[in-house]
């Protein structure tokens, strides 16, 4: 299986930024729309963002639309995310993933497997 490796994340105060990365193996990378999915403590995983697999369309749920920031560089097989004026409850693991467009789910014929995860954590 080609895997997922996220990385970038770590405690922060509220009103701070992070910068998220995931580097996919793979030769297929460039193939996929991409997202970033986030599970908070005792909470069912969501879907935060995805872009498209040119790079061209973003997508953003309304709670974190305006300060993050979705971005890819298919040459190395890399999706970031930006987060900024970040908030308590954006507190949670983050997980890339090959995504659906428009469904917000996991593209599940990607061969993807589901990364280890970075924690972000916002003390207010």
């Known amino acids: 299986q080609v895997q997922l490796v996220e990385s970038g994340g770590g405690l922060v105060q509220a009103g701070g930024s992070l910068r998220l990365s995931c580097a996919a193996s793979g030769r297929t990378f460039g193939n996929y729309n991409m997202g970033w999915f986030r599970q908070a403590p005792g909470k069912e995983r969501e879907f935060v963002t995805a872009?498209?697999?040119?790079?061209?369309?973003?997508y953003y749920i309304d709670s974190v639309k305006g300060r993050f920031t979705i971005s890819r560089d298919n040459a190395k097989n890399t999706v970031y995310l930006q987060m900024n004026s970040l908030k308590p409850e954006d507190t949670a693991v983050y997980y890339c993933?090959?995504?659906?467009?428009?469904?917000?789910?996991?593209?599940?014929?990607?061969?993807?497997?589901w990364g280890q995860g970075t924690q972000v954590t916002v003390s207010s």
């Open positions: 872009i498209s697999w040119s790079g061209g369309v973003t």
């Open positions: 993933q090959a995504t659906v467009w428009s469904s917000w789910t996991v593209y599940s014929k990607s061969g993807y497997s």
